[in-house]
């Protein structure tokens, strides 16, 4: 049986957090790929700050050289209004994807019952919450999904939350803007892919 996370964001820039959490994520559950799929318009964060081919184009350097990792512009395809849950119903009605794991931060779980269609979200695929630093999961969200272990989680394709522990990595998107607008590349660097760090600087962005 195919294994596939989904990742989603505005990844306005990309960050090493990102590409850490899909390594983990993948090596712990054993995927056999993760998707990166970049929003179109998102509903709860602002609009992205540079162009779609922007966002493209770094995503492309940051997981260059991850055979597991695959770049997806279904929502960017679409366009509109970037909901979830029409993203899944589509991702599943191909048929290279069997079992589908959506992999979420804690502060986008701690989101989810305000999210389109939650419950059918859950009927579609399994959720993958990772800590992040300083934000706690609401416990009470959903409780009755929840399974406590890898292993708990069985064959099932779908219903099931986990929250998976892995190595936090304080780089945020918000963050690394922030560095770019001063001018303080060696602090950005440290959270951006260098590739993507080159794109940046070359085309003039967050400036």
């Given at each position: 049986?195919k294994?596939?996370?989904?990742?989603?964001?505005?990844?306005?820039?990309?960050h090493?957090?990102?590409?850490?959490?899909?390594e983990?994520?993948?090596?712990?559950?054993?995927?056999?790929?993760?998707?990166?799929?970049?929003?179109a318009?998102?509903v709860?964060?602002?609009?992205?700050?540079?162009?779609?081919?922007?966002?493209?184009?770094?995503?492309?350097?940051?997981?260059?050289?991850?055979?597991?990792?695959?770049?997806?512009?279904?929502?960017?395809?679409?366009?509109g209004?970037?909901?979830?849950?029409?993203?899944?119903?589509?991702?599943?009605?191909?048929?290279?994807?069997?079992?589908?794991?959506l992999?979420?931060?804690?502060?986008?779980?701690?989101l989810?019952?305000?999210?389109?269609?939650?419950?059918?979200?859950?009927?579609?695929?399994?959720l993958?919450?990772c800590?992040?630093?300083?934000i706690?999961?609401?416990?009470?969200?959903?409780?009755?999904?929840?399974?406590?272990?890898?292993?708990?989680?069985?064959?099932?394709?779908h219903?099931?939350?986990?929250?998976?522990?892995?190595?936090?990595?304080?780089?945020?998107?918000?963050?690394?803007?922030q560095?770019?607008?001063?001018?303080?590349?060696?602090?950005?660097?440290?959270?951006?892919?260098?590739?993507?760090?080159?794109?940046?600087?070359s085309?003039?962005?967050?400036e």
């Amino acid at each position: 049986m195919k294994t596939t996370g989904i990742l989603g964001g505005t990844f306005d820039p990309v960050h090493r957090g990102h590409i850490r959490i899909a390594e983990q994520v993948r090596s712990q559950l054993a995927l056999d790929k993760v998707h990166f799929l970049p929003c179109a318009n998102p509903v709860h964060r602002e609009l992205p700050q540079v162009s779609d081919t922007d966002r493209v184009a770094m995503i492309e350097l940051a997981i260059a050289g991850y055979s597991e990792f695959r770049l997806n512009t279904l929502e960017l395809d679409r366009g509109g209004e970037s909901y979830m849950i029409d993203s899944l119903r589509q991702i599943c009605g191909q048929s290279q994807f069997e079992r589908i794991f959506l992999i979420l931060g804690a502060d986008a779980f701690n989101l989810f019952q305000s999210w389109k269609s939650p419950e059918e979200i859950l009927q579609i695929v399994n959720l993958v919450v990772c800590r992040r630093p300083g934000i706690e999961i609401n416990q009470s969200l959903a409780s009755g999904h929840r399974v406590n272990s890898i292993e708990a989680l069985g064959g099932r394709s779908h219903g099931c939350i986990l929250a998976l522990d892995i190595d936090e990595n304080s780089c945020s998107s918000s963050a690394v803007k922030q560095q770019l607008q001063t001018g303080d590349h060696a602090q950005a660097a440290s959270c951006l892919p260098e590739a993507v760090l080159k794109y940046i600087v070359s085309n003039h962005l967050y400036e």
